[in-house]
């Protein structure tokens, strides 16, 4: 009866030592899961960080743009006033430039 008892004791040591084995083995293969999930998350972390600085950087160099094309507009805007001025100042003592230009003038300038 010892024996057999032996035996039983024997088969159960093994079978918990199995049992263990496939516990370790599921937990260890859920931890590299978890790291290998880890891993690709910080890949992507990383890249859409890479993408948000460079979406920063090209918004700055496009505000920087439009202020540049903003002060060369206005200063054209400027400069054209000041001409449209200059020409009005010089035209207002001219008779002839307060009559209206005939249309054949007109269409004759608009095909040139």
């Avoid at 260890?28 to 990383?46: F, P, T, W």
């Avoid at 006033?81 to 209206?100: D, P, R, W, Y």
């Amino acid at each position: 009866m010892f024996d057999r008892f032996k035996k039983l004791m024997t088969f159960t040591s093994i079978i918990f030592y199995l049992l263990l084995l496939f516990l370790i083995s599921r937990l260890y293969s859920a931890n590299q899961e978890k790291k290998n999930k880890i891993a690709y998350l910080e890949v992507q972390l990383n890249i859409t960080r890479k993408v948000i600085e460079t979406n920063v950087k090209n918004e700055a160099a496009n505000r920087l743009i439009t202020l540049r094309q903003l002060e060369y507009e206005r200063k054209h805007w400027s400069e054209t006033n000041e001409q449209v001025k200059q020409l009005q100042q010089v035209l207002a003592n001219n008779a002839c430039s307060k009559e209206l230009l005939p249309d054949t003038a007109i269409k004759f300038l608009r095909a040139n």
